[in-house]
């Protein structure tokens, strides 16, 4: 005891005192003093993270109203503090709802809902709310309007941190030009050195969300984001917990609460994936663990099961007696595994020989009893003189196959002698070899123990198992009933049983109808929207289970094009459509991205670890319907196993198209090197070889096209009276199958097109286009009529740069 626990008695009074110094807090009052803990740390981080805040609501409203978000966020200069304007279009909200959801914390309608969403707890626009009124003293001001109705409601509101209530400061109907929607102003205390933050967070927002519209006006930038689609998110469906993710005192709380009698209707009823089939598993496991399983022995000869049988039963007719024997040894026989038997076998099999028509004579409960009794002791020789040989046998042959060849015969034999005498059970002992796993693996020990020591042999951990795995294989489930769920409410250690049996059965993972993906081309759309790249790349992984919650991991890449060639990669991190502008160190996206080898797919990577460089953008996004944050700021995702495997998987199945890319590209520029070699080359050859001979200078072109396997596309003309016939030719000389595009622009209306050739006329010229599928080593002719002085430009796409000679 210390000095002060000892004193605290002296003074007469003072637990008294103690006691009325104690007093409960609201959890506002709890964050006005812990405002870092949401991510209001700083007066640069506070404004980025109240933006976050009421973005996030804003397309949370939108989006559960159906409609296709349109946001403005403005901030102005106003003296020494910064103001946060925020409207959107989504249905607005009720008078009686608005005070809550932006004064009271913890005030929300998804913590219970299992599915996808941005925000659960309530906390981010209040706590938004509650740092202005820290920081500057003044109200918030809010602006709603429900659709249909004839004004707007106004508010000017604080949050009592006391009792963790809406305060209203003003209130009044007001005109505004939304026909629905929601504005919120706040006064607060900040700064813009975190204006990279603030436009990433914009920036990445818009990735994530294509489907939304966003503009954001700041004292030094004004800019705006269209949506790339029309499309919104996929609706999500709540979902019932699953047995795997579920913990000891939830299952307490919902068997308290649950209506249903039965621990099979219990599990059907409240979670989700589990049927009949899946029920029962869920009980047979149970069983195990609860009551724990019966040993399994072999059945010794029928005859000796009769005689036992006979003895057992007295003053009963010799014929109905025989009748009886026959049908428990026959009953054991239809019951039996390997001509192996448990228990309860017995107990079953005399019940049903004893209600069998046939018999015409009553065997009670006392004679079944009585014969359960015998029968039993003459499959286990319990309480007969050298009689439990079949036992010793069988737990040899167990011990035998479980061991490695390594242990000699005798070694194993006394093991499974010292094992054996463990079942053969004293006068207060029960007879029918029930034993939990736990107890079985005691009994291996204790037999292991002797043999080592006895015997100066060895049995590891692993050869004890296995040993457990081999016994246990042989027993069986028992029937009892298990616990009604009333009884098992008030039993944790029966509710821990039967929580470990749901996590050890094997369930069909959780549905994904509560998740809502980006989907892989929107992601790549996202991005196009936002970053000017060369090459995009996207995946979406199939769903997964952490702890019981679904989850999907999706990834995308952009190279090239106007990004940032110095320095390294852009990551983008998103949870639930959501950007995760700080902490990028401690956050497990980060965590596998530096892991992997990005050389093998041909990023430049210093020291071959950590994010690599280059003009690259990698992203990667987690919907889920719980996503594990390393704290209540949600930052950054926690270090989950599961997660971060299919985090990697995902950002490899996008790198794998951005190797393909690049080594296309590396490929093609190799390919045009040698081309301007021999373009400078085959010139200066063709003019000497003209000089030695005498003869004019051959057209190089068509050498140069065969020479690099390249695809030829000539243009010829020949008079033909008033008009000039136009003949465009395209030969394939590369390996493959090649489907140029070809547009031709003309002059002058163009006749008698070849077949496959099409004319548009646009502001005077008419564009030919045709799109011939040209085999390896073969050609395609075009050709068509056009009057004496047009003239030509011809257009060739679909064939990289490097494999394509025109000639015009």
Request: proline share 4%.
């Amino acid at each position: 005891m210390t000095s002060f626990q000892s004193s605290l008695g002296e003074e007469e009074g003072i637990a008294e005192e103690l006691a009325e110094s104690q007093r409960a807090i609201s959890i506002a009052e709890f964050f006005e003093k812990n405002k870092q803990m949401l991510g209001f740390n700083s007066g640069a981080r506070g404004l980025v993270t109240a933006v976050k805040e009421a973005v996030d609501n804003a397309l949370d409203a939108a989006e559960e109203a159906k409609i296709l978000p349109d946001i403005y966020v403005e901030i102005q200069e106003s003296g020494d503090y910064y103001t946060l304007i925020v409207e959107d279009n989504g249905p607005g909200i009720t008078k009686e709802s608005l005070p809550k959801v932006f004064g009271k914390l913890l005030y929300g309608s998804r913590f219970h809902s299992r599915e996808q969403s941005r925000g659960q707890q309530g906390i981010g626009i209040s706590a938004a709310v509650l740092y202005s009124q820290l920081t500057s003293g003044k109200p918030a001001r809010i602006t709603s309007r429900t659709e249909g109705a004839a004004d707007a409601n106004y508010y000017e509101l604080i949050v009592d941190t006391d009792e963790n209530e809406p305060e209203i400061r003003a209130e009044r109907t007001a005109s505004w030009d939304r026909p629905h929607g929601t504005r919120i102003e706040l006064e607060m205390e900040g700064n813009m050195r975190a204006r990279q933050q603030l436009h990433d967070y914009i920036k990445h927002t818009a990735v994530v969300n294509p489907h939304a519209r966003i503009e954001l006006k700041e004292p030094q930038e004004h800019f705006k984001f269209e949506r790339a689609t029309d499309e919104l998110p996929a609706e999500t469906e709540e979902i019932r917990p699953h047995p795997h993710g579920v913990e000891l005192g939830n299952v307490l709380k919902m068997l308290k609460a649950s209506e249903s009698h039965s621990v099979s209707g219990f599990l059907q009823g409240e979670f989700t994936r589990v049927g009949r089939k899946t029920s029962d598993s869920i009980v047979d496991a149970f069983r195990d663990r609860y009551y724990g399983r019966e040993m399994t022995w072999t059945m010794p000869d029928d005859e000796a099961l009769h005689h036992a049988i006979a003895d057992a039963v007295n003053n009963k007719p010799a014929d109905a007696k025989a009748a009886f024997a026959e049908g428990v040894v026959s009953g054991l026989h239809d019951l039996a595994s390997d001509d192996r038997v448990a228990h309860n076998h017995v107990e079953a099999a005399v019940e049903t020989a004893a209600e069998a028509d046939a018999i015409n004579t009553t065997f009670g409960k006392t004679v079944q009893e009585n014969v359960v009794d015998a029968t039993w002791r003459a499959i286990t020789g319990y309480g007969v003189t050298e009689g439990t040989d079949r036992i010793l046998d069988d737990v040899r042959k167990h011990a035998d196959a479980a061991t490695s060849v390594q242990k000699d015969d005798a070694t194993v034999a006394a093991f499974g002698e010292r094992l054996a005498a463990k079942f053969v059970p004293d006068e207060d002992e029960d007879v029918r070899n029930r034993l939990t796993r736990k107890e079985l693996r005691e009994y291996v020990d204790r037999a292991a123990d002797m043999t080592e020591e006895r015997e100066e042999a060895t049995f590891g951990d692993t050869a004890r198992e296995n040993i457990v795995d081999e016994i246990w294989d042989a027993m069986v489930t028992v029937p009892d009933d298990p616990p009604l769920v009333r009884e098992l409410a008030d039993d944790r250690d029966g509710t821990s049983d039967f929580v470990a049996a749901m996590r050890e059965t094997d369930i069909m993972a959780p549905p994904t109808s509560c998740l809502s993906p980006i989907t892989a081309e929107l992601v790549e759309a996202g991005l196009r929207q936002v970053y000017d790249a060369e090459f995009y790349a996207s995946a979406t992984r199939d769903a997964e289970v952490h702890a019981g919650d679904p989850f999907v991991v999706e990834a995308g890449i952009a190279y090239g094009g106007d990004l940032e060639a110095e320095g390294q990669a852009d990551v983008l991190r998103f949870a639930n459509r959501v950007p995760l502008v700080y902490k990028r160190g401690g956050c497990a996206i980060t965590g596998v991205i530096k892991d992997i080898g990005w050389r093998n797919y041909n990023l430049d990577q210093p020291g071959g670890r950590g994010v690599p460089s280059g003009p690259v953008v990698i992203m990667v996004h987690v919907a889920s319907t719980n996503v594990p944050f390393t704290s209540e700021s949600k930052d950054a995702v926690a270090s989950v196993e599961v997660i971060e495997d299919e985090v990697e998987l995902a950002i490899r199945e996008a790198a794998r198209e951005l190797k393909s890319y690049l080594k296309k590209q590396r490929s093609m520029r190799k390919r045009q090197k040698k081309q301007n070699v021999l373009a400078e080359i085959l010139p200066q050859m063709a003019e000497k070889v003209a000089h030695v001979t005498g003869q004019p200078s051959p057209n190089i072109d068509d050498a140069m096209a065969r020479i690099m396997n390249n695809v030829l596309v000539e243009r010829e003309t020949a008079e033909n009276g008033d008009g000039q016939t136009v003949t465009v030719v395209v030969e394939n000389h590369s390996s493959t199958n090649e489907s140029p595009d070809v547009t031709d622009i003309v002059t002058a209306e163009p006749s008698n097109l070849s077949d496959g050739a099409t004319v548009v006329e646009m502001d005077g010229e008419w564009f030919v286009k045709w799109n011939p599928t040209v085999k390896s080593g073969d050609e395609a002719v075009l050709e068509y009529t056009v009057s004496a002085d047009a003239s030509f430009d011809l257009s060739v796409s679909e064939v990289e740069a490097a494999k394509l000679t025109v000639n015009q």
